[in-house]
């Protein structure tokens, strides 16, 4: 039986394992795809020039305003701030 208003987070997910467990039916659970790592070189010069503005900030315990953007550009962003935390 499915809720009819929305509950919370962790109360639904219990309720549904419990469900599970009664009717003897494996939990469903969500299969995260591995991509390939991006090279330094496939990265947007742009987002690694914010990346390295984004460290910077981070370093002084500032604040720091990331853009909307793309799918794709938050994956470089997140590729570009891991090497820039690795190089310096």
Known sequence: MRP???FATA???KRLREEC???NKPLHR???FRRQELAPDEINPDVLAMS???ARRCSERKRVRIPA???SE???L???LEIERVCH
């Open 21 to 23: 467990r009664r009717e």
């Open 69 to 71: 953007m793309k799918v």
């Open 78 to 80: 997140l590729r570009a």
């Open 30 to 32: 969500h299969t995260r």
């Open 52 to 54: 390295g503005h984004i």
């Open 74 to 76: 938050w994956g470089h």
């Open 11 to 13: 109360e639904y997910v």
């Open 4 to 6: 009819s208003i929305i």
